[in-house]
Structure formats: C-alpha cells, structure tokens
C-alpha cells in the first residue's frame, strides 16, 4: 500500500498554513505596527495578561524563554514595555506596558483581528467555530495542561 500524497497529510498542511501565515503576518505587522512578529506576539500577551514574568510571557506568547526574553528587551527599548524587578522573586523581572505600549498594543489586537478575518474569511462563522472547536481538541490532546494563552 502506498502511503497518501505528502500534501494530503494534515501535519503537512499546517505546517504550510503556518509558513504562510507567518510569513504575510510578519510582513504586516512590520508595516502596520513597525515591530516583527515576535515583538507582536509577546506584546499581545503582555497587553493582555500583565504583569508577567519572562517565563508567563514565553507561555503566553508560545515561545522559548530565550525568544521571550529576547522579544521582551526589544520591546523595553521601544519604549513599549516596561520591566521592573518582581516583588516576590528579587532574581526575577515584571513586564508591563507603558501608555506608549498600550496604544501599540491595540494596534497589535487590531491587526489580529483583520488577519483572522483575511485567514478564515473563506469560511463561514459555522466552519470557523468548527475548526476553532477541532483545533481546540487537538491542542487539548497534545498539551493537555494548555491555559488557553493565545497569539
């Protein structure tokens, strides 16, 4: 028997869908924002969920700590974020958002919601919920203590 066409596998497909949409994301975010992709991505997360520390960023923004940190710092010397030493951990940082951070950050939450819109414009509010609930099931499966931090 043979096995399916490559392109037919789904672990394939994502992967291209990925690509491509990192790809297009990145180039709108440096156009829109001014910032790349990675900056975006953890800006959201600390527009959404701060204070976090680098390793609750790198969880949230589903990145290395070494990405995080690295994307963090980029942000503190935009001027988008600010890092202060956390309380209860005196080694450790807190990151925030600044006003300028704020204003970016809804930027940021703009460009996110026209890029799903460019996406998944193709399907119906029926087939998106769908595939948001597949989707949800999969990662669920695969990573089953996934605190739904998202992009």
Avoid at 51 to 72: E, H, I, M, T, Y
Avoid at 90 to 102: C, E, K, Q, S
Wanted: proline share 5%; aromatic share 4%.
């Amino acid at each position: 028997m043979n096995p399916p066409a490559l392109e037919r596998f789904l672990t394939y497909r994502l992967h291209v869908l990925n690509k491509i949409t990192d790809r297009d994301t990145n180039r709108a975010y440096l156009e829109d924002c001014g910032i790349p992709l990675g900056e975006a991505r953890c800006l959201a997360a600390i527009g959404r969920y701060a204070p976090l520390s680098v390793n609750d960023l790198a969880r949230a923004a589903n990145l290395n700590k070494g990405q995080a940190s690295r994307s963090a710092q980029a942000l503190v010397e935009r001027g988008l974020v600010e890092k202060t030493m956390s309380a209860s951990d005196g080694r450790g940082v807190v990151l925030a958002p600044t006003p300028a951070g704020l204003a970016q950050y809804q930027r940021v939450i703009d460009l996110i919601v026209r890029r799903n819109e460019e996406i998944f414009g193709c399907l119906s509010a029926d087939e998106q919920r769908l595939l948001g609930d597949m989707l949800d099931r999969v990662i669920g499966h695969l990573q089953p203590d996934a605190d739904g931090a998202a992009d």
